[in-house]
């Protein structure tokens, strides 16, 4: 698994906070589970934390946003990383095992369509294509590029995706195939988008997506595919996220800290520590697109406060969602839950 390091001058600036309030008397440990697309961010920021406070273990695991929403709702870990929002089944479970949550978003996302450097004749592919590519119909009968488009040669079309787990893969199938967790089974899956990047590297005419964060970490060997919704093609970037024209593929991405932990002084101050301010500075160094000002303060204070449950009303994913959908303000979070 690639290892995230955050510069001496983030971590001077992060630091500042958790020492005055702990420093190296604060002992414990913080279990964190969950998606891959998040966890370049979260092991940037445990590095952070534990470098201020070496009594506490961080231990991370990746296994999808999915996985890592059973553990939190089994009372097994203290923190969930999600691509995607909870869905109702998913707090229904919580509920039954009597585990309340928090959540909180931490970033905006693109989620990347890529192609090999080596490939030469994909450039930007209309939803539609990339729906006749991935949709359940898909399987078994769409396996060269000249079936995508008749101008693409008859080369065989090699695929690389999340698994079922992902909440990426969720949020994917929803905004290309139009349901989530619905797509073709017969491509290569991973929870671990190191293995998708370097499956898509090494075949020019292999194609797959994930979050943007590995996209940036692996440009000399990945190539972005634009995405056309019928207003032109539009490649992932902070400014087509921020502006919101690289639709249907930009998504909010969050932890969800279960309350009852939060109590301990470990998890509240690692919470706390995750969405310092100063941490915006390694969201955008990772790729990610960073909330407003607004959005910031507002997760802050629904953490401070112990606010349980979900902005998103526990839909699972939802596409449409824009960056100002978390400043606290009730009529754009209806807009967000509108657009589905």
Not at 132 to 142: F, L, N, R, T, V
Not at 225 to 234: L, M, P
Not at 264 to 286: D, H, I, N, W
Not at 295 to 320: D, I, N, W
Request: proline share 4%; net charge negative; aromatic share 8%.
């Amino acid at each position: 698994m690639r290892s995230w390091q955050l510069s001496p001058l983030v971590l001077t600036t992060l630091s500042v906070g958790i020492v005055a309030s702990c420093g190296k008397t604060l002992s414990g440990s913080v279990k964190v589970d969950g998606s891959s697309t998040v966890l370049p961010l979260s092991q940037a920021i445990a590095g952070a934390f534990h470098e201020v406070t070496p009594g506490v273990q961080v231990a991370i695991d990746v296994s999808g946003s999915g996985s890592g929403f059973k553990k939190l709702c089994a009372g097994r870990i203290d923190i969930a990383d999600a691509s995607r929002p909870i869905n109702a089944l998913e707090s229904a479970e919580c509920k039954t095992h009597h585990v309340d949550y928090i959540e909180l978003p931490i970033a905006f996302d693109s989620i990347s369509v890529v192609v090999s450097a080596k490939n030469t004749f994909v450039d930007c592919l209309t939803v539609s294509e990339l729906k006749a590519i991935w949709e359940p119909a898909a399987e078994g009968k769409i396996k060269t590029w000249n079936q995508v488009r008749s101008t693409f040669p008859a080369q065989p079309l090699t695929l690389y995706g999340p698994g079922r787990d992902s909440g990426t893969f969720d949020y994917f199938a929803l905004a290309i195939v139009g349901t989530e967790s619905s797509g073709r089974k017969d491509y290569t899956q991973s929870e671990d988008d190191t293995v998708i990047e370097r499956g898509v590297a090494a075949d020019p005419n292999a194609l797959g997506y994930f979050g943007y964060t590995y996209y940036a970490a692996n440009k000399d060997q990945l190539k972005l595919v634009g995405v056309d919704n019928g207003h032109g093609c539009v490649r992932p970037s902070e400014q087509t996220v921020t502006d919101a024209t690289y639709q249907p593929l930009l998504r909010p991405l969050f932890i969800y800290v279960n309350a009852a932990a939060a109590a301990r002084r470990e998890v509240a101050e690692f919470t706390r520590f995750y969405l310092a301010p100063a941490s915006t500075q390694y969201v955008a160094k990772l790729g990610y697109v960073p909330l407003s000002a607004a959005a910031q303060a507002t997760r802050s204070s629904r953490f401070a406060k112990g606010v349980e449950g979900s902005a998103l009303g526990g839909h699972g994913s939802v596409t449409g969602v824009k960056l100002n959908a978390f400043d606290d303000d009730e009529e754009e979070r209806t807009k967000a839950l509108l657009v589905q």
